[in-house]
């Protein structure tokens, strides 16, 4: 969300959520610098390796959300803890993971008793034409006797 649709939105009386805006572009680079103790150059650096992703104005310049700030102290705290770029990149895309995670489960159907028992037995006679005894077939053989 901009600037310009934030506005939009207040000036209409509309309920801007949280989420909204934390992620609305707000602090020069100038501000971020005071908010964060690093330099410009450490913030454009993060930038160029995708770590961070300020909006731009039309002229150009990089406006940053109180999520970008999150992040940047995070960026921050990691590198004082000595680790490198690569591992940085590891730790955020792990921190962003978990929701990738639920929505995968919410898309995966269940199978129901029906299907998991064709699914079990399936594997109970292929495991024992191979002349192969596993530990699952005399663990589930009990259930299809």
Known sequence: ???IEADKL??????VSDLDRRSMPLFSIGIVKS????????????EQHQLIHPSRTE?????????????LLE?????????????IKQVLLMKDM?????TEKEETPELSEKELRKILQKELMDAGR????????GELSRFFH
Do not use: H, W
């Open 75 to 87: 960026i921050k705290e990691l590198i004082e803890k000595g680790i490198n770029l690569a591992g």
């Open 59 to 71: 002229g150009n310049q990089r406006l940053f959300s109180f999520n970008d700030v999150d992040r």
């Open 130 to 137: 191979l002349g192969k005894t596993s530990l699952r077939q």
């Open 35 to 46: 908010l964060t103790d690093l330099t410009a150059r450490q913030i454009r650096y993060y």
């Open 98 to 102: 978990p929701t990738t995670v639920e």
């Open 10 to 15: 207040i000036e209409r009386g509309e309920d």
């Open 1 to 3: 969300m901009c600037i």
